[in-house]
């Protein structure tokens, strides 16, 4: 049975890594806490779905889909630089605002995509045609993360996150750059439900509840895989963590764990990894 679900688990790691990527650019990379995701992967997804139904072209729909993810991630910035509100509160306002948006789109809890053109009616309904088209995207936007943290400007957004003070004091803008940096990680997360709109042929209001904890078990599991610490081996360990995740989920529902405690075992698994790093990490400096 595991082996029936891999296909199946990779799709959904692949689409699980676009969150896993935009949650790490303000995480990891700004040091900046934010829970805007939760809202943002379901705000793209419905829009989406909200304009397929209005035959719009899939691939623009994706493309709005990402950029209000951004604008979301970008509300979080403003309010945040603004008006000084906790990181974390930011992304819980921000989330339940979305929540009533969405809903106010589709006009109630779900919306069904089963007879809408999708990317997918040109290019293949197979598992295999879903995986190949993403992960191709999914590299697309590493490399040209990559790039972009090798340029001035990367080196200066990547000092913001290390210490904004010191930034400040370099004559760096750093309202500029958290706002880009909150943009583009709500992006992807917007990408990500406009995908999984398109894949899965439907939307649901509550598509993004406890996104956050399942981001947060592929991250750790990524980063717990590559030690490397170069600018690329940090872009792939979303990746990485995100596909190996999916896998270990199909894995313990095949051995007959329900779908419904999923999320409680996340929550274990993502306890468990946090302890082991701790133990490892006190063992290594106090022997």
Do not use: W
């Not at 595991?2 to 799709?11: A, K, M, Q, R, S």
């Not at 779905?49 to 889909?65: E, N, R």
């Amino acid at each position: 049975m595991f082996l029936e679900l891999i296909p199946t688990g990779v799709l959904q790691g692949l689409v699980l890594a676009f969150v896993a990527l935009g949650v790490f650019v303000p995480f990891r990379i700004l040091n900046f806490p934010d829970l805007t995701s939760e809202g943002s992967y379901p705000l793209g997804g419905i829009i989406c779905a909200t304009l397929l139904v209005g035959g719009v072209d899939p691939i623009l729909a994706l493309l709005v889909s990402g950029l209000c993810g951004g604008l979301l991630g970008l509300g979080t910035a403003l309010i945040h630089i603004c008006l000084k509100v906790n990181t974390l509160v930011c992304g819980l306002i921000l989330t339940t605002m979305a929540y009533s948006i969405n809903l106010r789109l589709m006009g109630k809890p779900n919306l069904s995509l089963f007879d809408q053109v999708t990317i997918f009616t040109s290019l293949g309904e197979s598992i295999e045609v879903k995986s190949l088209f993403i992960l191709g995207v999914l590299i697309f936007l590493i490399i040209v993360l990559f790039f972009f943290l090798k340029t001035e400007k990367g080196l200066r957004f990547r000092s913001v996150g290390l210490s904004p003070l010191f930034s400040e004091r370099q004559g760096i803008n750093v309202p500029k750059y958290m706002i880009l940096g909150l943009f583009t990680g709500n992006m992807f997360c917007g990408l990500a439900g406009g995908l999984m709109a398109q894949i899965q042929g439907y939307v649901d209001v509550g598509m993004g509840f406890g996104l956050v904890l399942h981001v947060l078990a592929a991250l750790i599991i990524g980063e717990g895989l590559i030690k490397n610490k170069s600018i690329f081996a940090q872009l792939f360990a979303p990746f990485l963590g995100a596909i190996v995740y999916q896998q270990i989920q199909g894995f313990v529902v095949a051995l007959g764990l329900e779908p419904s405690d999923l999320k409680f075992f996340t929550g274990l698994l993502v306890l468990s990894v946090i302890a082991l790093r701790e133990k490892t990490h006190k063992r290594r400096f106090f022997p």
